[in-house]
């Protein structure tokens, strides 16, 4: 799989382009406000770079990456449900890219999910519930639930309007709030019933990662577990990149975790991580692209060597955790 085949560089281009004029739009009056850091709490940072109008810093003690000072939450959600970048990446790229998001990325991971859940849910029940918690279109959910049995439902968890539609003419149960407004009442057969709950890309985006993970916490039943993705910031692309990759690109994502920082966030919400893994295949094309950005004679060496030396290092980087996709899969210690 290739960059190009999930972000092909010219409506990217124009995505990033819109995105630049939505900060200048939504976010150029907005007062920006200190934060400490997302996943240990500590007010000890320090200015990395700026990009597009937004600071970042990083934490000196779990070494997170995080955007500070930061808008409110309010100015991130005016932007979410108006922006002309949002509406264009929730229809032209999405619908464009879909096809082949769902051969290369959604197949895989609604396989690599069956196996998680046979894996930790060692409970046999019927009435099982799954959470995709920002469902979007609804593709994970139709590729995961093809591949459970009818006994294991499979829920969208999403907020928006044109969103909840697409997904229920596919035939999807819907939970049409945001995760924060959820109720017992609300989660087919009960909380007891949820076994697991799905976030992907989205802890990177969130204004709050504190309250959303309380929020995952409040909906899983006792066996139930958290299956999450976000960017490494520990990745091979984004450290040799820095300010200059993509993948930081305000105000989209504003929270970079690395596999150690990840668990002290889950910790203080009590959960227990039973696997941190970093299966991302996409550093070693994505820093290729941007070769004359990198200046590690090193580096450039193995981005410009042979296709086989390229593929190794890239298993390298996903055995050793230190790709920019990563993985968590974690249990509450004592449910809610």
């Known amino acids: 799989m290739k960059e190009e085949d999930i972000r092909p560089e010219k409506l990217f281009n124009q995505y990033l382009s819109l995105t630049e004029q939505d900060v200048s739009t939504y976010f150029g009056n907005a007062?920006?406000?200190?934060?400490?850091?997302?996943?240990?709490?500590?007010?000890n940072s320090e200015f990395r770079f700026r990009k597009v109008g937004f600071d970042y810093e990083i934490c000196t003690d779990c070494k997170t990456?995080?955007?500070?000072?930061r808008p409110a939450a309010k100015t991130f959600n005016?932007?979410?449900t108006d922006s002309p970048s949002v509406r264009f990446w929730a229809t032209n790229f999405y619908r464009e890219t879909e096809a082949k998001r769902r051969k290369h990325i959604i197949k895989p991971k609604a396989a690599m999910v069956k196996s998680i859940i046979s894996k930790y849910i060692t409970e046999s029940r019927n009435q099982s519930c799954i959470l995709d918690i920002g469902a979007g279109y609804g593709i994970f959910c139709e590729e995961l639930q093809k591949l459970l049995p009818t006994s294991v439902q499979v829920v969208a968890v999403e907020p928006a309007i044109a969103l909840q539609e697409v997904c229920r003419e596919k035939g999807i149960p819907v939970i049409p709030k945001f995760l924060e407004n959820i109720e017992?009442?609300?989660?087919?057969s009960g909380k007891q019933n949820v076994i697991a709950a799905i976030s992907f890309e989205l802890l990177e985006h969130l204004h709050d990662p504190d309250s959303f993970i309380e929020n995952c916490r409040s909906v899983l039943g006792e066996e139930g577990i958290l299956i999450l993705t976000t960017l490494n910031w520990n990745g091979f692309d984004l450290q040799v990149l820095q300010e200059?990759?993509?993948?930081?690109?305000p105000p989209h994502h504003i929270n970079f975790f690395t596999t150690e920082s990840i668990e002290i966030l889950l910790k203080r919400h009590g959960f227990i991580v039973l696997e941190v893994s970093t299966p991302g295949k996409l550093d070693i094309d994505i820093a290729s692209k941007q070769i004359s950005d990198i200046d590690v004679p090193f580096i450039k060496e193995i981005l410009n060597g042979n296709d086989l030396v390229k593929s190794k290092f890239q298993t390298f980087l996903q055995e050793s955790?230190?790709?920019s996709h990563m993985m968590v899969i974690a249990k509450l210690t004592n449910p809610v």
């Open 78 to 80: 005016k932007y979410y």
């Open 184 to 188: 017992d009442a609300d989660l087919p």
């Open 31 to 43: 007062p920006f406000y200190y934060m400490p850091c997302p996943a240990c709490k500590s007010q």
């Open 65 to 69: 990456l995080f955007n500070n000072p």
């Open 244 to 249: 200059k990759s993509n993948s930081i690109h």
């Open 321 to 323: 955790k230190l790709s």
